[in-house]
Structures are given as structure tokens and as C-alpha cells.
């Protein structure tokens, strides 16, 4: 069995330093070079943030309703769907709760509450609640086969669900307040609108650097449970041969009588060597 | 498939019966919630009164968990759930069979609740079909989602807090539509009931439909 170091390869370090590189200029320039707005203040910054979040929240659901789509296709079968959806509903969820984190920062400097029951934001924390019991289901363990199923229907469910969720709330808060407070949104221009573009590059990036690592994680967890059962086999034998090996050696030196005690002692020396090596 | 329902949906309700669980457990629990939103609302009869088409469903909710929770535990002793593999049933109508006896149990539920809401929060009736009809629609949708979640947790370990984890933000949408469905009935709020019915009818179509489809592939697989 080949060792794995970790999930990284060129292709994510490349991912990896473009992602570092773009919310570092992100952040100077959404925190330092940009003017603040003159109608919400230091608050408009949040913008750098919140927008691209929710972009890559919903991406993330949606690459995961796809990839759960292509595994319930039977010509398209294959765990690669399965851990694909896996991964982006995971990193869909991160993006989900900073998306609802800012809007929450936001709506509190803005309207003067952390939350009010809007129609985007309702629905969003419902999704957030919906892909959270996704997670929890795929979290049960089980046979990897069935599991991919069910969770890949469970998904498809859960997005197919999606517009009856937008009418309810849409409705339901227009009957509350006859107006959402999203249109208070200025025009934007100048700097602001490119540094709101590079945060799109920025979220995009570290999006898609979480997903291939989080899908490398499914990969080993997978060779884990496949493999890691009979590798572990493989090195107790190795190591009781080991030990055989080392015997006659002793046994020339001290004899017939003490020999087995020796090599009881190498054999448990050896163990606990290894326990060291293994790691 | 429709006498497959009906012989699922005839067993269900016979084991509830003779159970006695529904009667004994769910429903006195339903009542239960009721009095405590009593108490957390403070005696308040104004507000009582305004909120009590919110509190039922809540109501209702908590209790269709403990009922779909009920529909798969008498699958899981004693190998039932090979038997009915084994039976040659159709999976469609397994799945019909049980949305039957919980739309059933949930309807039974519902009218006791309803006594409880007008005893002790002394609502008015506005509109009675549509409470009625959307009490009916609502129960469907609900029964149906819960049925398809429940067959999805009773394979997988710690079934009792995953069920609620995936039913309750699924089935918002309903509590949603069937409170303001009430609201209309009862005539605390102006809005379109019918409207908000056609909702219900759109979840709970969705849900029987993916139920359906789905019911063979979860039987095999769960």
C-alpha cells in the first residue's frame, strides 16, 4: 500500500497559494484601499464577504444535488459522485453559516436586528437545517453502498423541495412586511465593484481548494475501510516473522533454555517499537 | 399496488389498536404540548387565541414524529423488515399503506387536537372546509415525508435524533402553509387560505410521487 503524506498535490498547492494570495488582496483592499459607503459606512464591506459566500453556499448545494443525480443514474454510477457530493454539500454548509454569520453582522448594523424573517434569509437558514440533517445521515456509517444511496436520495429530495421552500417563505414574509429590505442595497462602482469581484475569484478559489481536499479525505477514509483491516494484518504478520527471524540468532548465543524468554522479550520490544513506527 | 396499500395500511392501524400505543402515548403527549404552550404563553387568551393555528401544528409535528417513529419500530423487531422484503409486496404500495395509517392516525390526532384548541384557547371556526381540507392535505404531506425519512433512519444507528434532524426542516414548508391555512379558517388573519393550500397539495403530491419512486430502492437498500 502506497502512503498516503496528506491530500495535497501540485494541483491544490497551486489552488492552495492562489486562494491564500486572493483573500489576502481581498482583505486589503475590502478593509483598507476601498472607500466606505456614504450611505451605510464601514458596513458596506461586508459585501466583499457575504455575496460570494452565498454564491459558493448555493454552488455547493447544487454540485451536490448533481453529483447525487449523476450516482442515482445507473449508467453513471460510481463513488466518485458519492464523495463529490459529499464534499461539496460539506463545504456548501461551511459557506451556508458564513453567509448567514455576515447577513446576521449585517442586518444588525443595517436594520437594527440579527435577524428579521425575510424570504432569502428564512430560506437559506432552512437549507442550512436541511443539509446539516444530509451530513448527520451521511455521518451514520453503515455499508458505504447503501449509504451513498439513500444520502443521494435524500439529497435530490432536498433540493427538489427547494422552490415549494421559496414560495412558503416568500409568501409568508410578504405578508409580514410588505417590502424586503434587500433592495436598500446601493449601486456600487469604482473599487468597490472590483474588489467585490475579486472576492468572487477569492471564495471561488478557496471553494474549490476545500472541495478536491475534502474529496481526498473520502478517498483515504474509503481505502481505510476497504484496506485497513488487512494492512493492519499484513504488519502483525510481518512483524511475528520478524521476530522468528530474530530468534535462531539469539538462541546460538544463549542457548536452548533462555532462548524462549529472549525472544518472548525481543518479540514484545518489537511491538512496542512499532507501535512507534506505525505511527 | 392498491391492495398492497391497503393490506400495509390494515396491519399498521390493527398493531396501533391493539397496541394501544397511539391511544395511550401519542395522543395524551399531543395534549400535553398543548397545556405547555398554555403555560409558556402565560394564561395571555388574546395571544392564545391569535397563535393557537401555530401551536396546533407545532402540535401536530412533534406528535406525527413520534407516529412515523411508531410506523417503522413495529417494522424492527423480530425480522419484520426481511418478512416484508420477502412478502412480494410492492414497495410502492408498502410505502402507500403506511402514509395510509399515519394520515389516519394523524387525522384522529388532529380532531382531539382541534377539541383541545377550541377547549382550552377558545378559538372560533371561520371557514370549516378549509379547515378541514387543508387539515386533510397537510396530514398527507406530512405522512408521506415522514414515511420516506423514516424508512431512510430506520436502518442507520441513532435513529431517534436523526428523524427529527431531517424531518423537521423538510416538512417546514407544511407547518408554514397548514398555519396559515387555519389562520384563514379561523378567521384571525386575512389572508388567501386557498392559496396557501395549493402549496399543501404541491408538497404533498412531490412527496407521495418521490415516495413512490423511490420506496423499492430504500426497501432493498435500508
Redesign the interface.
Known sequence: MTVHKGTANQLTRVLGAGSLVTVALTALFGLWLTPPDAVQGQLVRLIYVHPAAATACYVGFGLCALASLAYLWPRTRSRRWDRLAAASAEVGVVFCVITLATGSIWGRGSWGVWWTWDARLTLTA?LC??F???L??RR???NP??RA??SA??AV??V??VP??H???S??TT?HQGDTLMRANPLIHGSQLYTMLLSFVAVGLVFSWLVVHRYRVEVLEDRFEEEGFAVAIAERRAEASAAVQDRPAESAVVGPGPAVAASSSSAGSEMGRDGEVSE | MWRDALLVGGKDLRIEIRGRVATMQVAPYAMLVLLLFGFAFDQDHNLLTQAAPGLFWVAVLLSSLLAVQRSFAIEATDGTRDGLRLSGLDPAGIFLGKVAAVVIELVALEVLLGVGVVVLFGTRLHDPALLVVSALVASVGLAAAGTVYGMIASGVRGRETLLPLLVLPVVAPVLLAATQCWMAALGSSTTDGWRWLSLLVAFGVIYLALGVVSFSTLVEET
Open positions: 432552512l437545517a436541511v446539516l440533517g444530509y448527520a445521515l451514520t456509517g453503515g453502498e447503501s444511496l439513500t436520495i435524500v429530495v432536498c427538489a423541495l415549494i421552500d414560495y412558503a417563505t409568501w409568508w405578508l
